[in-house]
């Protein structure tokens, strides 16, 4: 099974290119796409979830024509959008049945199980009689989760899902991500590096609607491997050395940042090689789109 995204581009009414030629093609497995805000990420969620149209260019879903066959993607699809509304006063165990039941699973006692299995899944059995208001965000985006995997769905998309999750809860929600079956697709779409490299097998990094990197996390860590360098210096030196030197981020540390730049040999000047990281692939695509920003 695969996703395979084609030139799709999406100019909104107000004239932002959302989308610009994206070409991506999404194997089974945990997919990450990253991206700072206003990317792009949302609008090609959407636009896979069927909930909204491209301009131009196509996306199949193992020979479904996903922007023309909207009936036959939403009866695969799983989706946690990022701001997913819940009514408070209904339990957790009401509200997924109503949704199996939307999602055409007309037996009670089969709906039961189903309903019951997920809440198991996703930790939430013991709080099934809840109203959904009551519950903490960690709760509701575990929640989430199990009204995406209603109808065993084989394509999953979830978007922006550790946004505002503490750490334990964001431990428990990646742990449940990553049990969801292999033999499915599952986008997670973040601006959290973290998440990708916890997490997915392939990524892509998108970025003012055009993508800049797609392939493995390893592939990506090829890329700036040996080449990054990092150095302490005064916040107010920072202009200096960005006219100087590639500088991809930087991080307040007890009052001094830290510069990290992309060099193709270590330039002196008191720096010292680092080991890359995903945040390093990441800031070194986005730095060259847009101004580095302090993390
Ligand atoms: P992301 O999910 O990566 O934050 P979005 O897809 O939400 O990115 O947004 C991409 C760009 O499109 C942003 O500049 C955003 O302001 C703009 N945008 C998103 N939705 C709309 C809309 N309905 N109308 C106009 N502009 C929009």
Not at 110 to 121: D, G, H, I, N, P
Not at 124 to 132: E, I, N, V
Request: hydrophobic fraction near 40%.
């Amino acid at each position: 099974m695969e996703l395979i995204i084609n030139q799709l581009s999406k100019t909104y009414a107000n004239g932002v290119k959302a989308l610009n030629e994206v070409s991506l093609t999404i194997p089974q497995g945990m997919f990450g796409l990253l991206g700072p805000n206003g990317a792009g990420k949302s609008t090609l969620m959407r636009t896979i979830a069927t909930l909204q149209d491209a301009d131009s260019g196509s996306i199949s879903l193992d020979g479904i024509d996903v922007l023309k066959e909207k009936q036959a993607v939403r009866e695969r699809l799983g989706y946690l959008p990022q701001d997913f509304g819940l009514y408070p006063r209904i339990n957790a165990e009401t509200m997924l049945d109503h949704i199996a039941q939307m999602k055409g699973i007309g037996n009670k006692a089969e709906r039961k199980e189903v309903v019951a299995s997920l809440l198991q899944k996703v930790n939430l059995f013991k709080d099934r009689k809840k109203g959904l208001g009551t519950y903490s965000g960690g709760m509701r985006q575990r929640f989430g989760i199990a009204q995406a995997l209603v109808g065993n769905p084989s394509l999953i998309i979830v978007d922006e899902p550790t946004a505002g999750l503490d750490p334990s809860e964001r431990n428990r929600f990646y742990n449940l991500l990553s049990e969801i079956g292999e033999n499915t697709i599952v986008i997670l779409s973040t601006h959290i590096v973290e998440d990708v490299n916890t997490l997915c097998s392939n990524m892509a990094i998108i970025c003012m609607g055009e993508v800049l990197m797609q392939g493995k996390p390893k592939d990506g860590l090829e890329m700036v491997k040996g080449k990054i360098f990092q150095k302490s210096i005064d916040k107010s030196d920072l202009d200096t050395y960005r006219k100087e030197y590639q500088v991809i981020s930087t991080k307040l540390i007890s009052g001094r940042l830290s510069l990290r730049i992309e060099s193709e040999g270590n330039p002196g000047n008191g720096f010292e090689a680092a080991p890359a990281d995903l945040e390093d692939v990441y800031f070194s695509f986005i730095s060259k789109k847009v101004d580095p920003i302090t993390i």
